[in-house]
């Protein structure tokens, strides 16, 4: 059972470059959201898929992209990276509607010089 | 805005030293609070949701209760395998797919 697979694990970027994080579910999910996680303020919604064809933006979109590719895929885009992006970053999946949890992949430690 | 509170943001125990994790929440309509488990380099791990006041759940040495206005998270004997940060989460009434606030958690130390 993979569940909720992201790739890379790690990747180090200079200022400005670009990148795009990837992230896979195998579980038929319909929602599927993206995170970032810094040291004291918890995990923090950057946009969020609620059904394939649809993304809306969380609590802190501005820098990034998302691309909902299909049902199983949601790829998170960083035009023009700055150290402020530096985190780790978390997708997670759920069904969506109802209380079922979301399911977390095993994050991407991005580091921006 | 939905809001959670962890506290306290640390905790070191005494193997089978038991002791209380604290959530404090609002939301406009509680539709669910959820417990997770994350362990150093991996994904939160999903252990609890909790609909109502009242509730309680289980699961080993954890034990989930909740109240109008917060959650509490109990540890009954620990061993060191009960080492994690303990993050609570929170979905509203106002939200349909599944969104959740959660708080900023709390680091689990438990020494032999």
């Known amino acids: 059972n993979a569940g909720v697979t992201q790739t890379p694990k790690f990747q180090v970027l200079k200022t400005g470059q670009s990148m795009t994080l990837q992230c896979a579910q195998d579980?038929?999910?319909?929602?599927m959201y993206w995170y970032r996680q810094d040291p004291g303020m918890g995990l923090r919604l950057i946009y969020y898929?609620?059904?394939?064809?649809?993304?809306d933006k969380g609590e802190v979109p501005n820098g990034y992209n998302v691309s909902r590719l299909n049902k199983r895929e949601f790829s998170l885009r960083l035009e023009s990276a700055a150290p402020s992006q530096t985190s780790v970053y978390f997708c997670?999946?759920?069904?969506?509607?109802?209380?079922?949890?979301?399911?977390f992949g095993d994050g991407t430690r991005l580091s921006i010089l | 805005e939905d809001q959670v509170t962890q506290s306290p943001e640390a905790l070191r125990l005494q193997e089978g030293e038991s002791s209380s994790l604290n959530c404090s929440y609002t939301v406009s309509g509680l539709r669910g609070l959820f417990w997770y488990r994350q362990d150093p380099g991996k994904g939160p791990e999903f252990l609890f949701t909790?609909?109502?006041a009242g509730e309680e759940k289980e699961k080993e040495r954890l034990k989930a209760t909740l109240t109008k206005k917060e959650s509490f998270l109990h540890i009954t004997a620990p061993k060191p395998e009960d080492s994690a940060t303990y993050l609570c989460a929170v979905r509203g009434t106002t939200d349909s797919w599944g969104k959740l606030q959660f708080g900023a958690g709390t680091q689990v130390v438990v020494t032999p």
């Open positions: 898929s609620a059904s394939e064809g649809t993304t």
């Open positions: 997670a999946s759920s069904p969506g509607q109802g209380n079922q949890p979301q399911h």
């Open positions: 579980m038929n999910h319909n929602s």
């Open positions: 909790l609909y109502s």
